[in-house]
Nanobody
Framework: QVQLVESGGGLVQAGGSLTLFCAAS????????MAWFRQAPGKEREFVAV????????YYTDYVKGRFSISRDDAKNAISIQMNNLKPEDTAVYYC??????????????WGQGTQVTVSS
């Protein structure tokens, strides 16, 4: 089992930056691809970004490409996502997930509780 806990969410003005963190416990995340998903009120959970084991590859949804950057630090058993030039449409609960590399939620076996990001105009 892998326990994941997100942190770093909050309120930020449009155009601002925020970094979210995901700390893992119980087992190492080194054998898992790690991803961020988000869910806005009334909408389905959507893929944001993924980073492969050993950071051998990354992939981003077009909505955040060029603005967000996912990173992993296996020595610290953690991942993060740096979010720049935030837009109101980025407002959502952001979830950390561990599993197999891909953009589908079904690829992921472990999920955090989520952290709220609110971007004001």
């Amino acid at each position: 089992q892998v326990q994941l806990v997100e942190s770093g969410g909050g309120l930020v003005q449009a155009g601002g930056s925020l970094t979210l963190f995901c700390a893992a416990s119980e087992r190492t995340i080194s054998t898992y691809s790690m991803a961020w998903f988000r869910q806005a009120p009334g909408k389905e959970r959507e893929f944001v970004a993924v980073i492969a084991t050993n950071a051998l590859g990354t992939y981003y949804t077009d909505y955040v490409k060029g603005r967000f950057s996912i990173s992993r630090d296996d020595a610290k058993n953690a991942i993060s996502i740096q979010m720049n030039n935030l837009k109101p449409e980025d407002t959502a609960v952001y979830y950390c997930a561990a599993g197999r590399y891909g953009s589908a939620a079904k690829n992921y076996d472990y999920w955090g509780q989520g952290t709220q990001v609110t971007v004001s105009s």
